[in-house]
């Protein structure tokens, strides 16, 4: 039965000292921050979409006017969402209006022309539209990631250092939390929250999400407490907070990175899924998952609106989703990079060029 | 109390956001004062939301004297009137979701586990994570679309291009390669040979318009089990093993030799009685089996003999409502587009057979189902690689290899069962999950399930039902960890309830 088969490993190629004589000889005198970079930009997939995530922000964030208080920055893109050109009625398809003008085909219309992702009914410039939510998507993305990452960690560390009953407390409170269905309690808030501004209803959810970081926190805690360096800081005289600060947290940091970038990519779904149904970013502010709720019976005449925001929605997720994988292999002490067949004959011709 | 704490927590919140007056207020109707004066009457809009919680909670606690009480949705209508109504809808699209991605994930989570860095690999890590950032309503979207608009103009006019039929089946090739994998001579031979097969396939199903009459027939019937039979044996209780082989063979054969006698049963006396019945029948003849078989080791081979006969009679099963197709096609209700994208069951659809009835209920369960496997698929996959893993990396494992085992013992035995124990507890926390995730699909689906109960209550600021649905997916979530704590107990015998 092929499928259980093994894959055999020729006698010659495991050396004496086996691979993981290899894999120790690359750290060899490196720093964990060193090793853990190191084995991160190793991660071909987590640093592409490193690459790809950072080029899509700058891209998003400078395509329109920035507003900080009274300072205005200009953006690279000619409209607004508030202009409303004239609608392109030539050359669509089935006597549609509005549609895309970008074109990959190579030949005299390659380009971006003047409504690259098409426009909407009234004739708003649609890449206008896109950039403004994915703009709002990727804030509320951030702002959720860091308001559940901090009372996360907060409420996690608290729970795990002291133990007994402020950490029976505390997981009670978190048990409670969890209980609460996720997506109704976020509709009934985004419902009273969307009208204030996108701003609140990301911190309400970010409110709502840091239960898993806390349990994960905790646990890093309570078994990182019984170590002999926290006992050793101890009797040097550090204080509590000095000892989870200085001493704890920074153990458990690789952790808490890799859950927030989950937790991240978790909350761009579930802002677009509010927006969709109803309850997140309501007009006439935008947002992609918004878009694709008011363009979605338009789907079969004019699709451009609805693939466009979708791209964005995934694209960033997915990307936040590689990078947070790439993390984890990288913090993880107990991955070893896998030894390729060239790391073996490097291996080889090193230990010949010794003898 | 957790229940008491978070339902306490929901109201106030809820009542504090939400505004049933709101409306009134701003219109300039004569009537409005005295409308929201009846309505502050009729919802004890006077009393503050603390205290009217305590009014909420008497009548859930006429629970406990057999006389419960959730109130009255604003329509006038009985909170568990409306959710007894939702409840069984919406279990019905999670299970079967639940269910189905459980078992695809697993098997390609651990095919893609026991080939670790191959190609095949590294495909089923990047559909992973595709699937894991795929918003649900834009996949909803996309399948009502393709796979219900355009596949319904398709059927009109039934027709595949060779185009689509070489580009297919070079994917199914590309698949089924990477999947036996091994050194580069053997993917291009399994490569081609699943592409003749599925190109030969395709050209078939075109030539004999199979998509309008589908149908699997006793030749069919006949060849697949006899394929079942040998799938189940080598996975099960390894191919050497003639006694194993022989018993899944006969019950093969008696599956087909049944098939007429079945087709009489299943038309005059359908009902879901018969089908249980049947697998009742399939599994004593596979006990019996493996008895006339073998004297020795009967545990085996009966539950070889069991799984191939129960896997047959559902292919009998699945032929028989593939026969209705044509008819169900042809009437009124559904009027040659059978791929509806609306509602869970077509009201139009007026008719006792067993078989349309049951057609029209998968018919409207295939794309919601396909929409919530695709997202949870993701995470099956992930866990299952992840976990067979971990467990390979165990002692015991290399023990078990040490000692001589073979490869599939090993895998099968030692490996599956030790992986399964953390993945049983997620099960739960997934199903219970799913529940209430499945709104958004519920909303594109037009399906009368909890969600939209909870987005209708939500909308018309109905605090009564918002609390029904909300008590009831709390209380299944906090059902479904003690389940998962006690599954978890129960299967692993390292772990005991401490007194």
Same mark, same amino acid.
């Given at each position: ?39 991160? @930009? ?56 509005g ?8 030949? !005299? ?5 003047t409504?690259?992702?098409?426009q ?29 990452? @901090? ?7 608290i729970a795990?250092? *002291? ?9 009670r ?7 609460v269905?996720?997506i ?24 709502l ?9 905790r ?33 458990a ?33 935008? !947002?992609l998952?918004?878009?694709i709720?008011? *363009? ?9 609106? @609805? ?25 993880d ?10 790391d ?5 011709v ?6 | ?9 929901v109201?106030?919140l ?23 004066a009846?309505?502050?009457?009729q ?31 604003? $329509? ?13 809808v919406? %279990?019905?699209?999670?299970l079967?979701?639940?269910i ?5 994930? #697993?098997? /390609? ?11 095949f ?14 918003? %649900?309503?834009?996949?909803?979207? #996309?399948?009502k679309e ?16 060779? &185009? ?19 050194? &580069? ?8 040979g ?14 004999? =318009? ?6 699997l027939?006793i030749?069919?019937i006949?060849? /697949? ?5 040998f799938?189940?044996?080598s ?11 022989n ?22 006396y359908?009902?879901?009685?018969t ?8 599994v004593t ?8 078989f073998?004297?020795?080791d ?9 799984i ?12 028989r ?20 994208t609306?509602?869970? &069951?077509?009201?139009?659809?007026v008719?006792?057979d067993f078989?349309?009835?049951?057609? $029209? ?6 794309l919601?189902? /396909? ?33 001589g ?5 090993v ?10 124990l ?8 997934e ?6 995730g ?16 909870? %987005? ?28 998962? =704590?006690?599954?978890y107990?129960?299967? $692993? ?7």
């Amino acid at each position: 039965m092929s499928l259980f088969k093994r894959k055999e490993k020729a006698t010659g190629e495991i050396l004496a000292g086996g691979e993981s004589a290899i894999a120790n000889k690359e750290v060899e005198g490196l720093s964990q921050g060193q090793i853990v970079r190191r084995r991160f @930009f190793r991660h071909r997939a987590a640093v592409g979409a490193l690459i790809i995530l950072t080029s899509l922000i700058l891209f998003v964030m400078t395509a329109l006017d920035t507003k900080i208080g009274p300072i205005r920055i200009p953006g690279w893109w000619k409209w607004t969402t508030e202009d409303i050109p004239a609608l392109r009625f030539e050359d669509c398809p089935g006597g549609t209006t509005g549609c895309p003008t970008l074109s990959l085909k190579p030949g !005299s219309s390659f380009g971006m022309g003047t409504h690259p992702f098409g426009q909407d009914d009234i004739g708003r410039d649609y890449f206008a539209l896109v950039m403004n939510g994915a703009r709002r998507s990727l804030m509320i993305m951030f702002v959720i990631g860091a308001v559940a990452g @901090f009372i996360g960690v907060v409420v996690g560390s608290i729970a795990g250092f *002291y133990g007994k009953m402020v950490d029976a407390v505390l997981m009670r409170l978190v048990d409670f939390i969890q209980t609460v269905p996720t997506i109704i309690i976020a509709a009934v808030i985004g419902k009273a929250a969307g009208k204030v501004g996108p701003l609140y209803l990301a911190l309400f959810l970010g409110i709502l999400g840091w239960t898993g970081l806390a349990r994960l926190v905790r646990a890093q805690f309570l078994s990182l407490r019984e170590m002999e360096f926290v006992d050793a800081a101890r009797v040097a005289g550090a204080s509590n907070i000095r000892i989870a600060f200085k001493h704890i947290l920074p153990n458990a940091v690789g952790q808490i990175i890799v859950a927030v970038t989950l937790i991240m990519a978790g909350a761009i779904l579930t802002e677009t899924a509010l927006s969709y149904l109803g309850f997140g970013v309501v007009a006439p502010d935008v !947002s992609l998952g918004l878009l694709i709720s008011q *363009y979605e019976s338009s789907f079969t005449t004019r699709p451009w609106l @609805f693939w466009w925001p979708g791209l964005f929605i995934i694209s960033i997720a997915l990307c936040v989703n590689f990078i947070g994988d790439g993390l984890r292999d990288a913090f993880d002490p107990r991955q070893r990079r896998r030894i390729t067949k060239k790391d073996r004959l490097q291996a080889k011709v090193q230990a010949k060029a010794g003898a | 109390m957790i229940l008491f704490g978070s339902s306490f927590m929901v109201y106030n919140l809820a009542a504090y956001a939400s505004d049933p007056l709101a409306e009134l207020r701003l219109s300039n109707d004569d009537t409005a004062q005295q409308q929201i004066a009846a309505l502050t009457r009729q919802l004890n809009l006077d009393t503050p939301p603390p205290i009217r919680y305590f009014l909420w909670l008497r009548g859930l606690l006429g629970l406990f004297v057999g006389n419960l009480n959730l109130g009255t949705t604003r $329509d006038g209508l009985s909170v568990q009137g409306e959710l007894a109504y939702a409840i069984p809808v919406t %279990i019905r699209l999670v299970l079967v979701a639940t269910i189905t991605a459980v078992l695809l994930g #697993l098997a /390609l989570g651990i095919i893609s586990a026991l080939r670790q860095y191959s190609r095949f690999d590294y495909g089923m890590t990047f559909l992973a994570f595709l699937l894991y950032s795929l918003p %649900i309503f834009w996949v909803a979207v #996309l399948l009502k679309e393709f796979m219900a608009i355009q596949f319904n103009n398709f059927l009109s006019e039934p027709n595949i291009p060779v &185009r689509w039929m070489v580009i297919f089946s070079i994917f199914i090739g590309i698949f089924w390669g990477s999947l036996l994998g091994g050194e &580069r001579k053997r993917f291009w031979t399994v490569f081609a040979g699943a592409f003749a097969t599925n190109f030969v396939i395709l050209w078939a199903i075109d030539l004999t =318009d199979w998509y309008l009459n589908p149908g699997l027939g006793i030749f069919l019937i006949a060849l /697949l089990s006899v394929g079942i039979a040998f799938g189940v044996t080598s996975i099960s209780s390894g191919i050497t093993d003639i006694k194993a082989r022989n018993a899944a063979l006969t019950m093969a054969g008696l599956a087909v030799v049944w098939y007429y006698p079945a087709q009489w049963i299943f038309n005059n006396y359908a009902s879901y009685l018969t089908v249980f019945l049947l697998i009742v029948v399939l599994v004593t003849t596979g006990v019996f089996v493996a008895r006339l078989f073998s004297k020795i080791d009967r545990g085996p081979i009966a539950r070889t003999a069991i799984i191939t006969g129960v896997l047959c009679g559902f292919l009998i099963l699945i032929d028989r409502v593939m026969q209705s197709w044509k008819e169900y096609s042809a009437t009124d209700a559904v009027n040659y587009r059978p791929v509806p994208t609306f509602g869970q &069951r077509k009201d139009q659809l007026v008719t006792t057979d067993f078989w349309l009835n049951n057609l $029209d209920i998968i018919m409207h369960l295939i794309l919601p189902t /396909l929409a919530l496997i695709l997202i949870s698929l993701a995470g099956w996959i992930r866990y299952s690689r992840g976990a067979l893993l971990e467990v390979l990396n165990q002692d015991y494992i290399r023990t078990a290899r040490a000692k001589g085992l073979n490869e599939r013992v090993v895998i099968t035995r030692h490996a599956f069962r030790n992986m399964m124990l953390p993945l049983s507890s997620l099960f739960v926390g997934e199903f219970v999950g799913l529940v209430g995730g499945a709104v958004i699909t519920e909303r594109v689906f037009g399906w009368q399930g909890m969600g939209t109960l909870g %987005i209708k209550a939500i909308n018309t600021y109905d605090l009564n039902l918002l609390m029904g649905v909300n008590l009831l997916l709390s209380f299944l979530v906090v059902v479904g960890n003690l389940l998962a =704590d006690l599954l978890y107990s129960a299967l $692993d015998p390292r772990i005991r309830l401490r007194k």
